[in-house]
């Protein structure tokens, strides 16, 4: 099992959002982080680091950040040394015509209709992949083998790193593209992403980690690995692999239901959903545009990161 030990501090160059007040808190969101922030420390300080992160916003510029993204809090804010700026904007590549982003609600979906792959038959990223996987059985299989790359169990992994699918908290992004290496690299199959994102007013995506100690978390996207699964004839289902949150494959609906945990926060709501290409990594400054991350450094990085960390 992951050490509780393990510091969830870190740097990082990230990219402001959003700011947003909540029950008398100043919310920070960034592009490369699911997790939601406040500021820590004396007023003094924190008067000075909100001030930065004003400053950067308005001038659509980084910021390094010193985060804890267990406690999601901020310890400081400064700007980028020139080098490090300049390697952040080198590997930023973006999504090139990126899906449309889609208001929702959930409570409303109509669960035959929804996750049927007509019902997104429009979609560009839909045409330019046609490989489904054939059967639920095959599906189960894929996610199990996902799960079982699960840093938690300690090896030995079939893949390198193993998947913090135990730290829920943050990382999803990484756990995603990595799930897609495995769909597209060792079974062959297409693989799309969805995103949710919670954005309007006091809305947040809020889970029970029941899987790993029953805490509440909280986001303000998240992202998981979509596949079309044949199911009969010519039925298909959009199907969400997402071993942080269940322990088979799940239809669309389920996945973004289970974001809208009343029990962790009243406010839990899914504000928009989307579906991209698989290439899609992190939100790029908002919710229409996506980073990618071909090389899966930035993957790598975050999985390695977070490999010894746990959620509750």
């Known amino acids: 099992m992951a050490s509780t030990k393990a510091t969830a501090r870190e740097t990082a160059i990230l990219t402001l959002v959003m700011t947003r007040k909540v029950k008398g808190k100043t919310q920070y969101l960034f592009s490369e982080k699911e997790a939601i922030f406040t500021l820590a420390g004396e007023t003094k300080a924190r008067r000075t680091h909100a ?11 980084p910021v390094l950040a ?26 930023r590549a973006l999504l090139e015509k990126p899906e449309k982003t889609n ?8 669960p035959t209709d929804f996750n049927l792959i007509k019902y997104h038959s429009t979609l560009r990223c839909f045409k330019e ?9 095959k599906a189960k299989e894929i996610f199990d083998f996902c799960a079982k790359q699960t840093c938690s169990l300690g090896g030995p992994f079939n893949i390198s790193p193993c998947i913090p699918f135990q730290y829920v908290i943050d990382g999803c992004y990484a756990r995603a593209h990595k799930m897609r290496w495995i769909i597209t690299t060792k079974y062959g199959y297409c693989c799309e992403k969805v995103f949710s994102f919670a954005v309007n007013g006091n809305d947040t995506l ?4 029941n899987k790993w100690g029953g805490c509440c978390v909280f986001w303000w996207y998240h992202v998981a690995p979509l596949v079309r699964v ?4 010519p039925i298909v ?7 942080g949150m269940f322990d088979k494959p799940v239809m669309l609906t389920s996945w973004l239901a289970a974001q809208e945990n009343k029990h962790c926060s009243p406010d839990a709501h899914v504000s928009l959903y989307s579906i991209q290409p698989g290439s899609a990594y992190t939100p790029a400054g908002g919710t229409t545009s996506f980073t990618t991350d071909p090389n899966y450094t930035a993957t790598d990085a975050t999985l390695n990161n977070y490999k010894n960390l746990v959620t509750c």
């Not at 985060?67 to 400081?76: L, N, P």
């Not at 289902?237 to 071993?243: F, G, N």
């Open 51 to 61: 001030a930065a992160l004003a400053k950067a916003r308005e001038k659509k510029l």
């Open 66 to 91: 010193e985060i804890d993204t267990k406690e999601g809090v901020i310890h400081k804010i400064s700007e980028p040394a020139g080098k490090a700026l300049e390697e952040f904007h080198g590997t």
């Open 230 to 233: 044949r199911l009969a004839g």
């Open 129 to 137: 992949c046609t490989k489904i996987i054939p059967s639920y059985a």
């Open 103 to 110: 208001k929702v609600t959930v409570s409303k979906l109509d």
């Open 206 to 209: 809020a889970v029970q980690a």
């Open 237 to 243: 289902l959009l199907m969400v692999i997402d071993p």
